[in-house]
């Protein structure tokens, strides 16, 4: 059963004050290319959504990595997610690995691809513990929700009208909600390792 992987790296950075959380360094390698690296390796197919004149974050990547210019990224991450949930519509499901998780491992998505394909039809969700995380694997049955959505709330009403349906998948420590949006989350995260 096919899987890809959606990045949805479109969004401006707004709580950076001018710095790109993308484009920070991760062991050595800017964090957007550092995620996309990591979903290369599980040998799925991915997908990086980007915004509209945007060099910086093209060149962070390889040049073979598929990138998807999203006109409409400044109306939130659902364009993100409605544009390139459309592009993956041949798989049997998408992955959604947020740009931002910096503890996010190969060997965490190959564990979530497999635990998925035990049981195709739910939505498996990393979590910390019972607190759930990212990323998230939706199984095609639920590809036509992603062109309702809007806004920057992501994938959560899909989420929650599913609930029932969503399967959490515990990873190890923090790393499927280490997710850092701000200078104070990157220097607090940096000082912590």
């Known amino acids: 059963m096919t899987v890809a992987i959606l990045i949805p790296a479109a969004g401006a950075s707004r709580r950076m004050r001018g710095r790109d959380k993308l484009l920070e360094p991760v062991a050595g390698v800017p964090l957007l290319a550092r995620q996309a690296a990591v979903a290369r390796a ?16 093209r060149r962070a990547l390889s040049a073979d990595q598929p990138v998807l210019t999203v006109a ?15 592009a993956l519509a041949w798989a049997e499901a998408v992955m959604i690995l947020l740009a931002d998780l910096p503890e996010i491992g190969t060997d965490d998505l190959l564990a979530l ?47 929650q009208a599913h609930a ?21 989350d990157w220097a607090a995260w940096r000082a912590g390792r």
Request: aromatic share 6%; no cysteine; glycine share 12%.
């Open 72 to 86: 409409d990224a400044g109306t939130g991450l659902a364009a993100s997610l409605r544009a390139g949930v459309a």
């Open 113 to 159: 691809i497999a635990a998925w394909r035990a049981t195709p039809g739910q939505i498996l969700r990393a979590s910390a513990g019972t607190v759930p995380g990212h990323p998230v694997i939706f199984p095609r049955a639920l590809f036509g929700q992603f062109a309702d959505l809007s806004g920057d709330r992501g994938a959560r009403p899909i989420l």
């Open 42 to 57: 599980t040998g799925a197919e991915v997908l990086v959504t980007l915004p509209p004149g945007d060099p910086a974050r």
């Open 164 to 184: 029932d349906s969503v399967r959490l998948f515990p990873l190890p420590g923090r790393r499927a909600i280490t997710d850092l949006d701000t200078p104070e």
